[in-house]
C-alpha cells in the first residue's frame, strides 16, 4: 500500500537510493511476488529542503520507477484482476492526493479489457474514502477524500465489478 522506503522526499541520492535497496533486499525473501504501490514518502526529493530538484532524473516518481517500474499497472490471480494505482501528485513542493489525467485514461481502459463481469480489487496508497479528516479537521470543513478528484474516479469504478479498494 505504499511508503515502502520511509521516507526519500526530503532527497539525499545516496541514502534514498540505499532505502529503495534495503526494500529490494527485504522483499527478496518473501517467497510469493510482491506487487509494491507508491506511497508519499517514496516521492524522490520533492521537500523544499531536498538536495535536488525537478530536473533530477530521479525526482518524484523517478528513484520509484528505476527501482520498481511504473507507478500503477493491473495483474490477474485467480480469477480477480487487480489494479495499483498512482494516487499521488506533486504541487508546490507537497504531495497531494491526484489521479492524472493519463492513468484515468489507461484506468478505463483497463477495466473495459478485464470485462464487467470480472470482480476487481484497486490499490491506491490515499484513500478515497476516509473518517480521518473528520476527526482531525481544524477548520471545521468535513473532508472525506484524500484525493481531491475521487468521485470522477469512483465514478469510473461505479461501471465495473469493483468489489475492493485498498
Not at 38 to 62: A, Q, R, T, V, W
Not at 83 to 89: E, K, M, P, T
Not at 110 to 131: C, K, M, N, Q
Amino acid at each position: 500500500g505504499g511508503d515502502l522506503v520511509f521516507d526519500v522526499m526530503r532527497g539525499n541520492f545516496n541514502r534514498s537510493d540505499s532505502l529503495f535497496n534495503l526494500y529490494k533486499t527485504a522483499v527478496s525473501a518473501i517467497s510469493k511476488k510482491v506487487y509494491p504501490c507508491i506511497g508519499n514518502h517514496d516521492l524522490f526529493g520533492i521537500y523544499p529542503e531536498s538536495d535536488i530538484g525537478p530536473e533530477h532524473p530521479d525526482y518524484k516518481y523517478g528513484m520509484y520507477e528505476r527501482h520498481f517500474g511504473d507507478t500503477y499497472y493491473s495483474f490477474d490471480h485467480k480469477g480477480w484482476h487487480f489494479i495499483v494505482l498512482n494516487s499521488l501528485d506533486v504541487k508546490e513542493q507537497k504531495y497531494i492526493g491526484f489521479i492524472d489525467d493519463a492513468q484515468k485514461e489507461w484506468l478505463v481502459k483497463d477495466l473495459e479489457a478485464a470485462g464487467s463481469g470480472t470482480p476487481v480489487v484497486v490499490v491506491s496508497h490515499l484513500p478515497f474514502i476516509s473518517t480521518i479528516r473528520q476527526k482531525y479537521s481544524s477548520s471545521g470543513v468535513v473532508q472525506d477524500s484524500w484525493i481531491v478528484n475521487r468521485n470522477e474516479i469512483i465514478e469510473v469504478f461505479d461501471r465495473y465489478n469493483v468489489r475492493l479498494v485498498l
